[in-house]
């Protein structure tokens, strides 16, 4: 099944599966919408411990509201779950603002300066597809290694895997895992169409090399 | 063409252009906790609204109908509780009127009824036996009274500092269903 077909499916699918109150819906909308929601919301200028409130509000507040709010042949789900993410954004600034709450038509235009900016760049999708294709702890690895602003070392990472996985990693171990973890995702992305902006431009940098055979991540000769 | 490597702890590490992307992406934990309580809470809230559909409003203060919800349903009402940080539901205050208000307001409970049912939460929490005196003067087979006016008979005894915190009570839940549409 290709990408259009499994998000047409999608679509037909989850709202219907939300309106009877199936359990494993609500966690589908959760996995699916949760970073979209926080990462809009940050965009937007939200502090981040009010952009995950936020977007815990919106997890619940919109799955629930699928049930009576979302009409059965509305065109897309994603567009409407976007529509309402909108909305509690424009709330939260209201309510810092101490505007009065208004009432938004539910025929409100979003205009195209708002689609160019709650569009998430491509390469954001194509580096989650890629991690997920990862097995979870060299996904956490990469994450906890690469995703700070300060990145974490090895035997700080051993500690925290170990913590979370109830059993013991060795530095040496991670180092190659590691390594091998960061080939493959380095090799898939390469490959993805929606990266070739962002590699031509860090090749134009002269930061991207074009083959990953070659690249050593640190892994022992 | 040669990439520049950066060297840390001796070894090599990824291009900047990745790690960029994957700093990019990353989620904080936090953010994974409360959204799963919160889809969790979201699933309890649907079984319990289903399960209203069956049993409307009881004559019961607005704790113990949401509890008895929970229970018909099979549900536990304090992942509801934990989800949206509400530690006690019976009592009502304006701290946690805007809570228990979301939750009732989620469970599809009118806010009219909310706004009755709170303030007999509230007198419960005031004085319980002015609260179980409301039961026999507004239901049962010779009550006359309905429930609002008996409220506000019990509510004419209150201190002025528990008037304004009703007031505000109130206040707090017109305000939570304001922004249900």
Not at chain 1, 183 to 210: S, Y
Not at chain 2, 13 to 23: D, F, G
Not at chain 2, 94 to 111: D, E, W
Not at chain 2, 160 to 180: C, F, G, M, N, T
Request: charged share 30%; hydrophobic share 40%.
């Amino acid at each position: 099944m290709d990408a259009d077909e499994d998000g047409q499916r999608f679509e037909r699918s989850l709202p219907e599966r939300l309106r009877v109150g199936e359990e494993s819906a609500f966690e589908e909308f959760r996995t699916r919408y949760s970073g979209s929601f926080y990462r809009y919301f940050v965009r937007r200028g939200l502090p981040e411990a009010d952009a995950i409130d936020l977007s815990a509000n919106c997890v619940a507040d919109i799955a629930l509201k699928v049930r009576d709010h979302f009409p059965a042949d509305h065109p897309s789900f994603e567009a409407w779950v976007n529509l309402l993410r909108q909305r509690a954004a424009l709330d939260w600034w209201r309510q810092q603002n101490r505007f009065p709450t208004v009432r938004l038509s539910p025929n409100i235009e979003t205009s195209q300066e708002e689609e160019e900016f709650e569009s998430e760049p491509v390469e954001f999708s194509a580096v989650r597809d890629a991690l997920d294709s990862l097995d979870a702890i060299d996904r956490d690895l990469l994450l906890l290694r690469h995703g700070g602003q300060v990145e974490e070392s090895f035997a700080e990472i051993a500690e925290d895997l170990s913590r979370r996985y109830g059993r013991e990693f060795k530095e040496s171990s991670l180092r190659q895992r590691h390594a091998r973890a960061l080939t493959k995702v380095e090799r898939r992305l390469r490959l993805d169409p929606r990266m070739a902006h962002v590699l031509k431009k860090a090749e134009g940098e002269g930061e991207a090399a074009p083959d990953t055979e070659n690249r050593n991540y640190g892994r022992t000769p | 063409m040669e990439e520049p490597r950066r060297e840390t702890e001796g070894q090599s590490e990824a291009p900047m252009w990745l790690k960029t992307l994957i700093s990019s992406v990353r989620l904080p934990a936090e953010l994974d906790r409360r959204c799963k309580l919160a889809s969790r809470a979201a699933f309890v809230i649907a079984k319990m609204r289903r399960e209203r559909t069956y049993h409307n409003i009881a004559d019961l203060p607005l704790d113990r109908y949401l509890r008895g919800l929970a229970e018909l349903a099979g549900v536990a009402l304090t992942e509801v509780q934990s989800a949206f940080s509400l530690p006690a539901l019976d009592s009502v205050t304006a701290v946690t009127a805007p809570i228990l208000a979301r939750i009732a307001r989620l469970v599809g409970i009118p806010g009219a009824d909310t706004e009755m049912y709170a303030r007999w939460t509230f007198l419960q929490g005031v004085d319980s036996d002015r609260s179980d005196a409301i039961l026999a003067l507004s239901r049962g087979p010779d009550a006359k009274v309905p429930l609002d006016i008996a409220l506000q008979t019990q509510e004419s005894a209150y201190s002025a500092d528990q008037a304004a915190e009703l007031a505000r009570v109130i206040k707090a839940i017109r305000h939570e269903y304001s922004r249900e549409a």
